[in-house]
């Protein structure tokens, strides 16, 4: 396999594990998690150690909603990382001046990573100077989204910064897209 095709596969299942982390979470919000079966002592046996794990981190509904809440923005800093990953693998070079939707799109991508890469558990917004701390114009579907990243430098990320979830899905289809036609 090219580095390409790698890359576009780590994509799919990067964001495969999104989807059941996000789905889980709705589980474990919706307390159709059996706690008490879940919470139970698991002691795990391979050939050169064991890995014990006791009762109690997961006792209550709040610790398990905010364990499934964390693992999705783990799962969605990951998807973030292969994003970018395969913007490099197809050749796809940063153009910080450029506000070509195409280009924005790239950039975009770089800065959801970024806000991922040093604090995955809690991630915050690291734009720096007016190439990145801006309003974009992302290509897509059939239009032109534009999200506004301005004011964002330093704050706590949230999923309602990009657009939500399911236009984190359409970043990914045109992403693929574009690397696509690069090859």
Not at 21 to 46: G, N, P, Q
Not at 53 to 67: D, I, K, Q, R
Not at 81 to 86: E, K, P, W, Y
Request: charged share 20%; net charge negative; hydrophobic share 45%.
């Amino acid at each position: 396999m090219d580095d390409i095709a790698l890359a576009v596969a780590d994509v799919e299942q990067a964001f495969r594990q999104l989807e059941f982390a996000i789905k889980l979470m709705c589980y474990c919000e919706l307390d159709h998690l059996d706690r008490v079966v879940f919470d139970s002592d698991l002691t795990l046996r391979f050939e050169n150690e064991n890995v014990g794990f006791p009762t109690g981190n997961f006792a209550t509904l709040e610790s398990v909603v905010l364990a499934s809440q964390i693992q999705v923005g783990v799962s969605f800093g990951a998807s973030a990382i292969v994003l970018d990953t395969a913007y490099n693998a197809a050749g796809t070079r940063l153009s910080q001046q450029s506000r070509l939707p195409a280009d924005d799109l790239r950039a975009f991508v770089y800065m959801v990573r970024c806000a991922f890469s040093h604090k995955i558990a809690a991630p915050r917004w690291d734009m720096r100077g007016p190439d990145f701390a801006r309003e974009f114009s992302l290509p897509l579907e059939d239009s032109i989204a534009i999200v506004n990243l301005s004011e964002l430098n330093g704050e706590i990320f949230d999923y309602d910064h990009i657009g939500g979830f399911a236009q984190w899905l359409k970043v990914k289809t045109a992403v693929l897209q574009a690397i696509a036609g690069t090859s």
